[in-house]
């Protein structure tokens, strides 16, 4: 692993877990086990280390699943991430838009690609895209309640994809069915 990406995976962690007020750029690289001179030398400021750090909604693009299987697919690598200790995205949502130097301007863009790469992927086509944004909703409080709050700890993993799996499956028919 480079060292711009175990600074980027702290990062991300440290970011997500406190948020952007929360972390300075020593606890990142103490986490990266790297100096912090080295981290602004690759990402100049903390403002642009916290921007690289920003969830992806590419997480949706490699996905290859028919449409009556996509709640199962979104949920099931939700819980892939957590079980490898990666980073996710869903559940940084809050604090990227919160922290954001610009919280209004974050807030509406990362709301437009999220919703646009969910529309696209589930076949949403109305004006609103209501569908889509209650999917968003849905994996952004999966996301954090299953890092954050550890709701459903216990649960088998196979179980839980198939219930909460469901849940997201009826908005995304629901979406795909609209007129």
């Known amino acids: 692993m480079s060292s ?13 877990e406190r948020g952007y007020r929360g ?11 790297v100096s912090a001179a ?3 030398k690759q990402f100049i400021s903390k403002e642009k280390l ?23 697919a979104l949920v ?13 995205p869903w559940a940084m949502i809050p604090f990227v838009v919160r922290d954001a130097p610009d919280p209004d301007a ?28 209650t999917v968003v909703a849905l994996m952004t409080g999966f996301g954090e309640t299953v890092r954050t709050l550890g709701l459903f700890d216990g649960w088998e993993f196979d179980d839980l994809v198939a219930h909460f799996g469901a849940i997201v499956q009826a908005q995304i028919d629901a979406g795909t069915s609209a007129p």
């Open 4 to 16: 711009q990406d175990a600074i980027l995976g702290s990062a991300r962690r440290l970011f997500g």
């Open 23 to 33: 972390v300075t750029v020593r606890d990142i690289a103490a986490d990266a086990g």
């Open 38 to 40: 080295l981290v602004m």
């Open 50 to 72: 916290f921007a690289a750090a920003q969830p992806n909604e590419s997480l949706l693009t490699d996905l290859d699943v028919p449409p009556s299987e996509l709640g199962r």
């Open 76 to 88: 099931f690598r939700v819980l892939m991430r957590r079980e490898r200790g990666m980073q996710e």
């Open 106 to 133: 974050a807030r509406a863009e990362i709301r437009e690609r999220y919703l646009a790469a969910v529309a696209r992927v589930m076949g949403d086509h109305t004006p609103d895209r209501r569908a889509a944004a």
